[in-house]
């Protein structure tokens, strides 16, 4: 089921190619998505002379945050994938992710026993750094999460997520899409479960794939 992970730790005040890590960082959010970009890509989005966009890119390719796929076509690797998740936040001690791990447990039961959430957390896996038990600080807490509808019944589940997005819409919630409309009663299990901390890294069981990363089962 697992087959890469990448942890980062990553000083803020890295530069390459004069160019913050932070925005390295917030180009890879940008285009890992469409899948590709291009020199054109990088010239106009830093700014940058034609020379300027090459150098960088070769530093990306050396970095390996990116790799070529086609003359001028370069994709986000899984490193740069990482990268992009890297949220620059104080590192936290043992008794703080302790709070905030324990938080979040207690919300996991709330949204399972509140019948206003049509889905429950079904799985929980702990994996990062959070389970080192030598670790005196700590970056963030990764949790792998998987839902399952409470209401077995297609139908029922249907209407009942219907009445939630209504409800939404009726409140002054404005969708960008029909995708985030269709996902948006799962969405606010999620956003309770991450109550707002920085420090809380979901990810879904089916979209995480670890390479001898140790890993364990939290719930059930």
């Known amino acids: 089921m697992?087959?890469?992970?990448?942890?980062?730790?990553?000083?803020?005040?890295?530069?390459?190619?004069?160019?913050?890590?932070?925005?390295?960082?917030?180009?890879?959010r940008r285009y890992r998505t469409p899948g590709s970009f291009s020199l054109q890509t990088i010239t106009e989005y830093f700014d940058l002379t034609k020379p300027s966009g090459a150098y960088l890119i070769n530093e990306l390719l050396n970095s390996e945050y990116a790799e070529q796929t086609k003359p001028n076509e370069y994709k986000v690797t899984v490193k740069g994938n990482a990268l992009a998740q890297v949220k620059f936040v104080s590192r936290m001690n043992k008794a703080k992710a302790d709070k905030i791990f324990n938080g979040f447990m207690k919300r996991v039961a709330e949204i399972n026993e509140d019948k206003n959430y049509i889905y429950r957390v079904s799985r929980l896996i702990l994996?990062?750094?959070?389970?080192?038990?030598?670790?005196?600080?700590?970056?963030?807490?990764?949790?792998?999460?998987?839902?399952?509808?409470?209401?077995?019944?297609?139908?029922?589940?249907?209407?009942?997520?219907?009445?939630?997005?209504?409800?939404?819409?009726?409140?002054?919630?404005?969708?960008?899409?029909?995708?985030?409309?269709v996902c948006y009663p799962s969405a606010i299990v999620l956003r309770h479960l991450k109550n707002r901390s920085p420090y809380i890294s979901l990810h879904r069981v089916e979209d995480i794939e670890i390479l001898s990363a140790p890993h364990k089962q939290i719930y059930p």
């Open 2 to 28: 697992f087959k890469y992970y990448i942890i980062m730790k990553i000083d803020k005040k890295t530069i390459i190619c004069g160019i913050p890590i932070i925005k390295i960082r917030d180009f890879m």
């Open 127 to 181: 994996f990062g750094s959070y389970l080192n038990p030598a670790a005196d600080d700590y970056g963030d807490i990764d949790i792998a999460y998987e839902l399952e509808h409470k209401i077995n019944d297609c139908k029922r589940f249907s209407e009942a997520s219907q009445r939630i997005i209504a409800n939404a819409i009726a409140d002054g919630k404005v969708f960008s899409s029909i995708i985030e409309e």
